[in-house]
């Protein structure tokens, strides 16, 4: 399989969403992404793992627009992430396992600050928002304060909400993270669903199990790509009967400190 961009002289090929080519940031004398080359494609759930400190969410952020690249290149949604921050952020979807919602409000409140912030015209934010709470089953809980739903509800009204105005690309930095295992498979159920439709999930996990559910995983350590493939390629390659055991033999090459 070829891992590295895929372009021609017109630019990327259709197919392509996201391309990195030789992507580094440097804070100081630190590499925190180093030389790192990708692509991935409309669809595609892409599954981006590293241990603590391996540079899997600095590079996130460049990705999304949320941070400036020491040199390199990359392309989301057709945009240069240098040069066009602001028309990424237009694009994409981002979900946070730390930031996703604001507690505060109302179920059906957050859902109309972040349309409204992603641009979706006024005249349809009411319509969609009933659509939305119908699809998710939340009719009764729409006057709700968002911190009185269970974890996992929450998780899926954040993940309804940053892609609530059909992006390219969602980001997901962690989104499961202290989610009981049965809200874990509900909420990729809705991952396949989005993917279904043509938007891309590039999403960081530190379960090894949701791993398995990509179509590709990248492993990085120390700022570094160090495997990119399916995963039955990647177990084949490592000779490991899951996830679990690829991941931990190449984090044993670390020799970085968890951040």
Not at 24 to 52: H, M, P, Q, W, Y
Not at 78 to 90: A, L, P, R, V, W
Not at 126 to 139: I, N, S, V, Y
Not at 205 to 211: F, L, Q, S, V
């Amino acid at each position: 399989m070829n891992n590295n961009i895929q372009t021609s002289e017109q630019g990327l090929k259709p197919d392509i969403v996201i391309s990195v080519d030789n992507l580094t940031k440097r804070f100081g004398s630190f590499t925190a992404v180093d030389n790192i080359s990708f692509d991935v494609k409309k669809g595609e759930i892409f599954g981006f793992l590293g241990a603590n400190g391996a540079g899997k969410t600095t590079a996130m952020r460049m990705l999304s627009g949320l941070s400036y690249a020491t040199s390199g290149k990359g392309i989301v949604a057709g945009f240069d992430i240098n040069t066009q921050s602001e028309q990424i952020k237009k694009t994409i979807g981002y979900m946070s396992q730390k930031f996703a919602l604001y507690d505060d409000l109302k179920v059906w409140e957050n859902i109309r600050l972040f349309a409204g912030i992603y641009g979706v015209p006024d005249k349809e934010i009411t319509l969609r928002t009933d659509a939305l709470l119908k699809q998710l089953g939340f009719e009764k809980e729409r006057d709700t304060l968002v911190q009185s739903l269970p974890l996992g509800w929450k998780q899926k009204l954040a993940f309804s909400v940053a892609i609530f105005h059909e992006p390219t690309i969602v980001f997901l930095d962690e989104p499961t993270g202290g989610v009981d295992p049965a809200a874990r498979r509900n909420f990729w159920e809705m991952i396949y669903q989005a993917s279904d439709r043509g938007i891309t999930v590039f999403v960081t996990t530190h379960y090894m199990d949701e791993a398995e559910y990509c179509n590709r995983v990248s492993i990085m350590v120390d700022g570094k790509i160090e495997a990119l493939d399916s995963p039955k390629n990647l177990k084949i390659q490592f000779n490991a009967k899951n996830m679990d055991e690829v991941f931990h033999k190449l984090a044993r090459k670390s020799t970085r400190k968890a951040d």
